[in-house]
């Protein structure tokens, strides 16, 4: 693998930190009171101005829809190429929607762009890429473990022309957002079939379908993540069109590693940004303070600490565009293996860092004064998304065995 990035990369990453520097970082606390405002007056799920106006001054100079490699309606980045884009975003909590290269929607429009229909493709994908509209992912179930997508209980029952949807869905995110018009709904539409991973399908759901219902949204470590938002979702004889089914019956769990692997890596990317930040604070911060007789950064600890975050951040890194470049060149599916090592090192990585960063900056870090708390809040989370930890490590293991089997050990 070439570390060395394209000029073409690096004349968009240049852009892309002159449009942080000067919009998106000021924005911050803008968008922080303008979502106050919001909530005081009882209307905290409507967008926040500051963050429609990003939207279309990154429109107005070419910085949209970085994502989507191998695909006409992207920027024609590989994933490699994105990596240190999607970085650069990450050191922000609104650095990516500016740039229509937000979660969920990333994840949904790359399982549009390969697994939708032309018609479904004009319907949901276009309006998608343009950022009129917004999405929501429904496959996480309260009642069962939805790590393992073979357990998911919904049902998707076909009946004439259409089919008929029922269950409950949690952690939804983005559902609560009105500008969220489409759900990709999951289910099992052949509950009975022999091959378990071909009892689940994927369909559209417009989210105004008569039988969907909010039911509530969901804190994430007291924070409601306004106007975003996770919500919990329930579905009662919900009748779609069949047309609006994906790929085909029994398709949904071919679906989900298709859809899963881009969006893993995404937030990867993005952790590492969100630790980057993180190290620059704490080291800023060891610097203006003193305790003791002398600065934070002259105890030892800390600068223990500091050279281990480097260290980290680093190794991570290199995970990270190691698992793009494979992505690349030998498929998604080829490299389930890396691209579950990430999911594993970076959320560790960056709940690691982001804590020592909070530790150098006292009390004042569980408060939202300095953004660390959030950042901590995100980067645990993480750990779940897209599948916990234990589940990519048992993955990993079962493809390192995998190669030893057949092969007595000489040793």
Known sequence: MNFQHSDKVKSLQQRLNAFMDEYVYPAEAVFEAQMDAARESGNRWQPAPVIEELKQKAKAVGLWNLFLPESKYGAGLTNLEYAPLCEIMGRSHIGAEPFNCSAPDTGNMETLVRYATPEQQQQWLLPLLDGSIRSAFA????????????????????????????????????????????????????????????????????????????????????????????????????????????????????????????????????????????????????????????????????????????????????????????????????????????????????????????????GGAVSDDFGLARAYASSRTLRFADGPDEVHRNAIAKMELGRHLGHSSSN
Not at 142 to 169: C, F, H, M, Q, W
Not at 233 to 240: D, Y
């Open 139 to 362: 496959m996480t179930e309260p009642e069962v473990a939805s790590s393992d997508a073979t357990n998911i209980e919904a049902r998707i029952e076909r009946d004439g022309d259409d089919y008929i949807l029922n269950g409950r869905k949690w952690w939804t995110s983005g559902a609560n957002d009105p500008r969220c018009k489409v759900l990709i709904f999951m289910g099992k539409s052949s509950p009975d079939h022999t091959n378990r991973h071909q009892q689940q399908s994927m369909i559209l759901v417009p989210i105004d379908t008569p039988g969907v219902k909010v039911l509530r949204h969901l804190p994430v470590f007291g924070y409601d993540d306004a106007p975003h938002g996770h919500a919990e979702i329930s579905f009662e004889n919900v009748r779609v069109p069949a047309s609006n089914m994906l790929l085909g019956e029994g398709r949904g769990f071919e679906i989900a590693q298709g859809r899963l692997g881009p969006g893993r890596i995404h937030h990867c990317m993005r952790l590492i940004g969100r630790a980057e930040r993180a190290l620059e604070a704490m080291c800023r911060r060891s610097l203006e303070r003193v305790a003791f007789g002398k600065s934070i950064a002259d105890q030892g600890v800390t600068r223990e600490r500091i050279a281990n975050a480097r260290i980290m951040i680093d190794q991570t890194r290199f995970l990270v565009l190691n698992a793009a470049y494979k992505m690349d060149t030998v498929g998604n599916k080829d490299a389930r293996q890396e691209i579950a090592m990430i999911k594993v090192a970076a959320p560790s990585m960056a709940c690691q860092v982001i804590d020592w960063a909070m530790q150098v900056h006292g």
